[in-house]
């Protein structure tokens, strides 16, 4: 073992060693994995054995760290009085957290939705500045795009923000689902807000699909031909839905005006729509949440 392995781990060793409950449980892991670095010179060359060894380092401390950051969240929350009891005992091996745990997902949930509806606000923005300057041709609109890009008054700063909020909308609403998830909030009491949100992340995900074609280029035109033809072979529907899409047999013009027409109005509206019906579904599920905890507390303290 080099000296800046021996080195790393004993920064990862003394960052363990400040919580003495908890590198009583991950010395002998620790250990295992220093005692492993001469195995792997032995099996592999120098370089890799040493990737596998920092790897496997990273790994133990992003555990670790999770693991202790988890139980002092747990401890906390003990000495908040979140944990509930009954006569003094834990309900169950897995204690529940009362309001706390839910309450903070639920507010990360209702934070991000927020974030949702203003990026939705952003590309809406962007979009209506971009659509007086752009062409839904095939002969205008990679041109279009370029004079924007090039000549129109922070054209490339409007661009960059359309798209970054698209591709920020899709991430902030998947990233919104797990967090739903967590809260429990797929129950029947938050249909509203959990379908919403499953639909605003599939919209988001529409708009990024019909945006491929828009500045018409190879990249944007082939991968959008595959994907028509990937569609046009399912059964029964497959046909009808490319010709729709692509308003005839092959790509053209008919193509990007439908792609436009569907990103610029029915997806966009509709995002829209269905950001506002998702923040307004999370802060009223709240508040009613709310109560019915503060009514569950005050009638069983513990």
């Known amino acids: 073992m080099d000296n800046q392995d021996v080195k790393l781990a004993g920064k990862v060793a003394k960052f363990i060693n400040r919580f003495p409950d908890d590198w009583q449980k991950y010395q002998d892991w620790l250990r295992a994995i220093m005692s492993s670095r001469s195995v ?3 099996r592999y060359p120098a370089w890799q054995a040493t990737m596998i060894f920092r790897w496997r380092l990273f790994y133990f401390m992003v555990y670790v760290a999770s693991g202790i950051f988890w139980s002092r969240l747990r401890r906390y929350a003990h000495k908040q009085g979140a944990w509930r009891t009954v006569d003094g005992e834990t309900v169950g091996e897995q204690p529940v957290i009362r309001g706390q745990y839910r309450y903070i997902l639920q507010r990360v949930a209702t934070l991000l939705a927020m974030v949702e509806l203003t990026l939705c606000g952003i ?9 007086f300057y752009y062409q839904p041709t095939a002969l205008g609109a990679y041109t279009s795009l370029k004079m924007i890009v090039n000549n ?3 054209g490339a700063l409007i661009l960059s923000l359309h798209n970054v909020a698209g591709d920020g909308l899709i991430v902030f609403a998947l990233i919104q689902i797990v967090v739903m998830f967590l809260g429990r909030e797929f129950l029947l009491s938050w249909f509203t807000a959990w379908i919403s949100g499953i639909g605003l ?3 988001a995900m529409a708009l990024s699909w019909t945006a491929v074609v828009l500045a018409w280029e190879q990249t944007g035109f082939w991968r959008l031909k595959i994907e028509l033809n990937i569609l046009g072979s399912l059964p029964w529907v497959g046909p009808t839905l490319r010709d729709i899409l ?5 790509i053209s013009s008919f193509t990007l005006q439908h792609m436009y027409m569907l990103h610029s109005y029915v997806l966009a509206i509709a995002a829209i729509l269905i950001s506002i019906t998702h923040l307004t579904a999370l802060i009223f599920q709240e508040q009613q949440w709310q109560s019915a905890e503060r009514s569950n507390c005050a009638a069983n303290p513990k």
Do not use: I, K, P, R
Request: charged share 5%.
């Open 40 to 42: 792997l010179l032995e």
């Open 123 to 131: 590309a809406a923005l962007t979009g209506v500045m971009l659509a």
């Open 152 to 154: 129109v008054a922070n």
């Open 201 to 203: 992340a599939l919209t």
């Open 246 to 250: 692509s308003g005839g047999s092959g």
